[in-house]
């Protein structure tokens, strides 16, 4: 990062900070947003811990050979905020060699990024121009000469850091052969890049169900491999859409990993930041699901339909230490 480049990302990170602390909830009003059975505390909230009891039990007797943990990338396996900061989420963090096309793709950020979240929209024509941006988007990758060392730079650069207990949560989980598939409709190499730079280490039971780059062997980025990922379509639909994983990711499963095998797993664990993460799980015919949000901004005007819509909420970008903590519940023959 230049130091141009730094004072100003410095910047905005202190402007960016006292914004929102400016804007973050009391905690007595949240309070009295949060009553009645639901269960609350400073950084959970439960809607209904009864609900909630119940299939814990359902999963606990089930056993971990029919579990899966189904998580989104950026502000749930990563923090909102690093170091004071703003973290960049996968996308935000690519730098290509050529500036020009990093200002074409925020052009195209700018115009259908609106279009994504416009709830005037029909669901049809949404789809076909999130297809239209995602196309044109990896269009200037491939035709502004994107490389892969300048992912790893990109990355090496990156303000990005995982929330603390994600080597925790995958290291449990990986003891006893349960699948964790990240979606995301963003680049699975950069998502690796990042699992690679920032935990120093590779897991057998992790998978990245995302869009693949294809490079030629000088690293240069040729093509695209799979069928198109976006954010509308980033459920286990896509898991028969993914290219297969690079081999230089490490040791993977195959047997515990492949589509057919993770679709007998019928209960889930799902990890998101966002209400459409609640849809990762569509295309599972799963019989139990807990659902995990982290509400990590926007607290009041969001907290109403997050609680509806997840199980258990985390709040102000919280660490991933209740999530491990409930999987522990989850295959020890310990009561709740």
């Known amino acids: 990062m230049s130091l141009t480049c730094f004072c100003s990302h410095t910047i905005r990170c202190i402007s960016d900070r006292i914004s929102y602390s400016g804007r973050k909830m009391n905690r007595a009003k949240l309070g009295t947003m949060v009553n009645g059975n639901n269960c609350y505390s400073s950084k959970v909230v439960v809607n209904d811990p009864k609900l909630l009891h119940q299939k814990k039990a359902a999963i606990r007797l089930a056993g971990p050979s029919k579990f899966q943990v189904i998580a989104d990338f950026d502000n749930t396996l990563t923090k909102f905020w690093v170091d004071g900061c703003r973290g960049q989420s996968s996308h935000a963090l690519l730098q290509q060699d050529n500036p020009e096309y990093n200002a074409k793709r925020d052009e195209l950020f700018n115009y259908y ?3 994504e979240y416009d709830p005037q929209i029909p669901i049809d024509e949404k789809t076909k121009l999130m297809v239209e941006w995602w196309g044109k ?18 990355v090496a650069n990156a303000v990005i850091a995982f929330r603390e207990g994600v080597v925790e949560l995958f290291e449990f989980l990986e003891e006893r052969d349960i699948p964790v598939l990240i979606f995301s409709a963003g680049l699975a190499d950069i998502i690796e890049e990042v699992l690679r730079q920032k935990l120093h280490r590779t897991f057998k039971n992790v998978k990245i169900v995302s869009n693949r780059m294809k490079f030629d062997q000088n690293g240069n ?3 695209f491999t799979g069928k198109l990922i976006h954010s509308l379509n980033k459920n286990e639909h896509a898991l028969d859409m993914a290219a297969s994983l690079h081999d230089h990711l490490g040791e993977v499963d ?16 799902l990890l998101g930041d966002h209400m459409g993460d609640l849809h990762m799980s569509d295309g599972l015919n799963y019989e139990t699901r807990i659902s995990v949000g982290f509400l990590n901004h926007n607290i009041e005007n969001s907290l109403d339909s997050y609680r509806k819509g997840f199980d258990i909420v985390y709040l102000d970008d919280a660490p991933m230490s209740g999530v491990v903590k409930l999987v522990s519940e989850l295959f020890s023959p310990a009561s709740d």
Do not use: C, F, W
């Open 254 to 269: 195959d047997q515990m990993m492949d589509s057919a095998s993770v679709k007998k797993r019928t209960n889930v664990l």
């Open 221 to 223: 980025l040729v093509s």
């Open 113 to 115: 990024h609106p279009i």
């Open 137 to 154: 988007t990896h269009g200037l990758l491939i035709e502004g000469g994107l490389t892969y060392d300048a992912i790893r730079n990109s």
